[in-house]
């Protein structure tokens, strides 16, 4: 019998109508493939079980998360070099497809990253499955494929995954707790190992040569700057986090913040601080949704990293929420990420990867349809400030801090929720590095009388 990544090379190749990127092992110990480079490991028959059960991108999350494969060398190198190895929805096919993937429409292939373009729509699938199979050197490729997955049984997902059901209707206040809860309440212990003791979990706004704490300070001081805070007034911080802006904004601006989130585990983490800082009296941080705050107006609002959470369909009850809670004049920074816009939007589906196993229910919009929704709620939408590459550098070193502290993250957590952590940190870093996610911060302004705004005439003195 020939040894398995031999095979499993032959099979590769034969799909992708191109050489394999990069070396396999397989759990034989047999290899193939490129000898230099990072080598992708299958431990066991599971990692080719997973994919036959649930082929693409969720499957091959499953047989990672689960440990069933496993990376040797650079992560980020191999994921560069996979890309491809994932379909990639709407793309015409490659100048070498084979003429199976050819007729079947899946002849071109994206990278596994969080946020990036997904798999196609299980009726397209189903179609184009069926295309492949009537292929006969494909169908005799699958063949092959089955016979060294030996399928049966089916692997049962790993713990980690979230439900597929899940109760209640998508970004109900009670779905959208369970779905925050999932991904923050961890264990504080984690987040602090991964994000380092700034415990900002959003993009850093780096200098050359500064370090992360230093680049997250800069981030939330740009933030207060934008937002032209002044001593008393009242900012109110939605999806606080660990209290990091409403902190700084306290101590450094003298506003009075509300800080509200989710995460039960957040605001404990939140008091806390604010308590060892003597900042108690300025901040208020609230277990609390959005949509029930109700002792407006504030003079300012950060948004910072949570209208990911928001979805869609509820974007515009968010706009328009937080236009109602601002005072005339009152100021909003919205700071979020963004995908590419789509020929066809109504075709867009959420990532498999990041719903399963990192954000539930998560959205990203594209910014023409943000700005739209913030106009359309009474914003006027006054600067727009691109941050894309800030955050390949912040994801790059929350993986650092995560490779660096590994056993550690494993023990306060378990081994496939470090392993969900180091894939969606690393494939988004890549994301972003390719123009394949941005992240944007939008200054917009609830004008008061006669279209008065009370901005400077020169905005962007923040940037001194």
């Not at 359309?376 to 400030?385: L, N, P, T």
């Amino acid at each position: 019998m020939t040894e398995a990544a031999p095979r499993l090379a032959a099979l590769a190749e034969t799909l992708l109508g191109a050489p394999l990127p990069v070396r396999i092992r397989a759990w034989d110990g047999s290899e193939a493939g490129p000898p230099a480079g990072p080598t992708l490991v299958l431990a066991n028959r599971r990692a080719l079980r997973r994919v036959l059960w649930r082929p693409g991108e969720l499957g091959l999350a499953r047989a990672w998360v689960a440990g069933d494969l496993t990376v040797e060398g650079d992560l980020f190198e191999l994921l560069d070099r996979v890309a491809g190895l994932l379909w990639e929805r709407g793309s015409a096919p490659s100048p070498g497809t084979p003429p199976a993937l050819r007729r079947s429409g899946l002849g071109k292939l994206g990278v596994l990253s969080s946020h990036l373009p997904q798999l196609p729509d299980r009726t397209a699938g189903a179609a184009q499955a069926a295309a492949l199979l009537r292929d006969p050197e494909a169908r005799a490729a699958l063949r092959d494929l089955v016979a060294l997955a030996r399928p049966w049984p089916a692997p049962a997902p790993p713990p980690e995954e979230a439900p597929g059901r899940r109760s209640g209707q998508v970004h109900s206040k009670a779905r959208d707790k369970q779905a925050i809860s999932h991904h923050y309440d961890v264990g504080n212990e984690f987040y602090e190992h991964v994000l380092g003791p700034s415990m900002v979990y959003s993009c850093a706004y780096w200098s050359p040569g500064s370090t992360l704490e230093e680049a997250q300070r800069d981030k939330l001081d740009l933030v207060c700057r934008k937002l032209g805070l002044r001593p008393g007034e009242r900012l109110l911080d939605v999806g606080c986090g660990w209290g990091s802006m409403a902190l700084h904004a306290a101590r450094e601006y003298g506003v009075r913040v509300t800080g509200i989130t989710l995460s039960r585990e957040q605001a404990v983490y939140a008091r806390k601080r604010a308590a060892e800082e003597g900042l108690a009296d300025r901040l208020d941080i609230r277990i609390q949704d959005y949509r029930d705050v109700k002792d407006g107006p504030y003079d300012a609002i950060s948004s910072i990293g949570m209208a990911e959470h928001v979805g869609a369909e509820r974007y515009r009850e968010y706009a328009r929420t937080l236009h109602a809670l601002l005072a005339p004049g009152g100021r909003l920074l919205n700071h979020q990420i963004a995908r590419p816009p789509e020929p066809d939007e109504e075709a867009h589906r959420i990532d498999e990867f990041i719903d399963a196993y990192v954000f539930p229910d998560g959205e990203l919009s594209p910014l023409g349809t943000t700005v739209g929704e913030l106009e359309r709620a009474g914003f006027e939408v006054r600067d727009v400030e691109a941050l894309r590459e800030h955050y390949a550098l912040t994801l790059r070193a929350w993986v650092a801090r995560l490779e660096d502290r590994w056993e550690e993250a494993v023990r306060l957590t378990s081994p496939g929720r470090a392993r969900v952590w180091r894939l969606y940190m690393a494939a988004s870093a890549l994301g972003f590095e390719h123009g394949r996610l941005g992240v944007n911060q939008v200054l917009a302004v609830k004008p008061a009388a006669a279209g008065r705004s009370g901005l400077p005439l020169r905005l962007r003195t923040w940037g001194a």
